[in-house]
């Protein structure tokens, strides 16, 4: 595993190409002319090359990671760091009234998703011209490229929506000619849902190497591209059909998967350096440290979302919301508040303590007086916070390690760890068969569904304890009993349960913004958050508001469309 983890760290310095000054008499070490690299063996390292761009998370080149993207703008985290000004391009996207074309963070996020497809690409037409016979891998390979391409196009498409497709065909000189009004939007989804079915069709179930693209992973992102694009959005980017056909699909793969992949017996699994790689994780960055490289392949997304305390240091960003803290409040049968959740704030360690709560909330958020990370007597304080009057008094736990963790890793000033990434996991596919039965219909089917991940939560506390070895919160948690419990389980009711379920499974790993576009309901949930928010945050003002039918995307960036001489066509709203 750490081999590999290495051959995706140093693939893109190896494959750096400049020109040569003319005083230079011979070829600088590193440095290679484009037609050496059509061989066999140095094919393989450009798919690595590919591969590398999974792990480009840099702050200064475009985030990869998603929490800004899908927490910050849902109204489940706040920025976080040092005030409003620090790192003021994310406070920008999640009070969205001030946020414009010419932002420089989303250009450069533009710019860094290209420079992934364009790895995939580039060694896609080397690997096109070679035969079977030269290189056996030669469909494997391509599979895997297009499995990544397709994930970074993925990502693309439900950021900025109009986005211009590129494929190996395309030459590097005609990329400017290629607009981001080809394809409407279904069909952008279609080209995407190609991508994983060639994946799905030409990998083996297994691969020797850990990290590297399989048939399931390939089968899971297939159910993710699916789901996402049966909520058929129309210009404005409204929902106005949903597809059932795909959905039933969904179903199937979903069902497919069942036989590969299981839930970790405990949620915490998901969430450790020692238990990475588990039973539920399908498709995961793999992060490395000691691995013969100068600072190791660590995850830089979460580089600043660490306390300000001794141990750590830097740099407070990326800090559950009260009203997300609050959702994870049961009522005495253990199911969700859904209409008074936020009634009530939970504050501290004693709140927990005093109030019937998800056990999730501890796996999930760090709480003044609570122990953090899983360590009983490591007790979490409002000291450790950058800006407690700002931006309350919570931290996100999901994407940190323990000081003492041999993953954890300090590049000056800043810190990470060598932890993985899952982009999709099991309980993620569990969840999106719910989904698509119940949007089908069939919601019966899917309780069953919804009820075992609420039984691995409420198994999910033996970690969630004191000192003295007692509880850390009051847990009260059960599974959905229609008639006994709750009401009748109603399409209507089904489809609530299912959307809550999600909230607090995923919270703090960058999901719930895209949940929202995806169902439609973005405008009314998150305008909902800012009034209730406004009163215990000062910096959510009167003018913060989501604009239907525009903050659904990102805008394509300003550089973007005068770079392609007017060519590229701006998001509906813009």
């Known amino acids: 595993m750490k081999t590999y983890k290495y051959l995706l760290l140093t693939a893109a310095a190896t494959f750096t190409f400049n020109a040569c000054d003319s005083f230079l008499d011979e070829t600088a070490r590193g440095v290679g002319d484009s037609d050496q690299l059509n061989g066999p063996a140095e094919v393989e390292k450009m798919v690595i090359a590919a591969y590398s761009s999974l792990g480009n998370y840099q702050f200064g080149d475009?985030?990869?990671?998603?929490?800004?993207?899908?927490?910050?703008?849902?109204?489940?985290?706040?920025?976080?760091?040092?005030?409003?000004?620090?790192?003021?391009?994310?406070?920008?996207?999640?009070?969205?009234?001030?946020?414009?074309?010419?932002?420089?963070?989303?250009?450069?996020?533009?710019?860094?998703?290209?420079?992934?497809?364009?790895?995939?690409?580039?060694?896609?037409?080397?690997?096109?011209?070679?035969?079977?016979?030269?290189?056996?891998?030669?469909?494997?390979?391509?599979?895997?490229?297009?499995?990544?391409?397709?994930?970074?196009?993925?990502?693309?498409?439900?950021?900025?929506?109009?986005?211009?497709?590129?494929?190996?065909?395309?030459?590097?000189?005609?990329?400017?000619?290629?607009?981001?009004?080809?394809?409407?939007?279904?069909?952008?989804?279609?080209?995407?849902?190609?991508?994983?079915?060639?994946?799905?069709?030409?990998?083996?179930?297994?691969?020797?190497?850990?990290?590297?693209?399989?048939?399931?992973?390939?089968?899971?992102?297939?159910?993710?591209?699916?789901?996402?694009?049966?909520?058929?959005?129309?210009?404005?980017?409204?929902?106005?059909n949903i597809n059932n056909s795909r959905l039933e699909e969904v179903v199937k793969l979903a069902r497919e998967l069942s036989s590969v992949y299981s839930l970790s017996s405990d949620f915490a699994d998901n969430f450790l350096c020692e238990t990475e790689n588990g039973p539920e994780s399908i498709f995961a960055i793999q992060h490395s440290a000691n691995d013969g490289t100068l600072k190791g392949r660590l995850d830089w997304g979460a580089m600043l979302n660490y306390p300000m305390n001794s141990e750590y240091g830097c740099c407070g960003f990326h800090q559950p919301s009260q009203n997300m803290v609050n959702a994870f409040r049961t009522d005495d049968k253990g199911l969700p508040l859904f209409d008074t959740f936020n009634e009530k704030n939970l504050s501290n360690a004693d709140d927990v303590l005093q109030n019937n709560v998800d056990p999730r909330l501890n796996h999930t958020v760090a709480i003044p007086g609570a122990p953090y990370k899983y360590v009983p007597d490591f007790i979490f304080d409002r000291s450790w916070l950058r800006d407690p009057d700002v931006y309350g008094e919570f931290m996100s736990l999901k994407e940190v390690v323990r000081p003492d963790c041999?993953?954890?890793?300090?590049?000056?000033?800043?810190?990470?760890?060598?932890?993985?990434?899952?982009?999709?996991?099991?309980?993620?596919?569990?969840?999106?068969?719910?989904?698509?039965?119940?949007?089908?219909?069939?919601?019966?089917?899917?309780?069953?569904?919804?009820n075992k991940i609420r039984q691995r939560a409420a198994a999910s506390t033996a970690r969630l304890v004191d000192v003295q070895g007692d509880a850390t919160g009051k847990f009260v948690i059960d599974v959905y009993k229609p008639g006994e419990n709750c009401s009748a389980w109603t399409q209507d009711f089904a489809r609530q349960a299912l959307r809550w379920e999600r909230r607090l499974e995923f919270s703090q790993e960058g999901f719930r913004f895209f949940d929202l576009v995806r169902w439609g309901i973005a405008e009314e949930e998150i305008n909902k958050y800012f009034k209730e928010e406004q009163p215990r945050r000062t910096y959510i003002t009167n003018d913060v508001r989501f604009r239907k039918n525009k903050d659904e995307y990102f805008p394509v960036p300003k550089n973007q469309i005068n770079f392609s001489k007017k060519l590229y066509k701006q998001n509906y709203g813009w």
Request: overall charge negative; charged content about 30%.
């Open 62 to 240: 475009g985030l990869h990671a998603p929490w800004p993207y899908g927490d910050l703008r849902a109204g489940d985290s706040y920025k976080g760091g040092a005030g409003t000004g620090d790192m003021g391009d994310f406070h920008l996207m999640e009070t969205f009234v001030y946020l414009l074309d010419d932002n420089s963070y989303l250009d450069k996020r533009w710019y860094s998703g290209y420079i992934s497809i364009a790895r995939c690409n580039d060694a896609l037409k080397r690997i096109n011209d070679l035969t079977e016979e030269e290189y056996p891998k030669k469909k494997s390979r391509q599979a895997e490229l297009r499995f990544l391409r397709a994930h970074y196009n993925f990502d693309m498409k439900i950021l900025f929506k109009k986005i211009p497709y590129i494929d190996e065909n395309v030459a590097e000189d005609d990329y400017i000619t290629i607009s981001n009004d080809v394809y409407n939007d279904q069909q952008l989804w279609d080209l995407i849902i190609e991508e994983f079915r060639f994946a799905v069709e030409n990998l083996p179930p297994k691969q020797d190497e850990l990290g590297r693209i399989n048939a399931n992973m390939a089968k899971a992102y297939l159910a993710k591209a699916l789901l996402y694009s049966a909520y058929e959005q129309d210009e404005k980017h409204n929902v106005v």
């Open 406 to 450: 041999p993953c954890f890793g300090f590049v000056l000033p800043f810190m990470s760890s060598s932890k993985n990434r899952d982009v999709i996991r099991y309980d993620d596919v569990m969840l999106w068969e719910a989904e698509a039965l119940i949007e089908l219909g069939r919601h019966n089917e899917a309780l069953p569904i919804i």
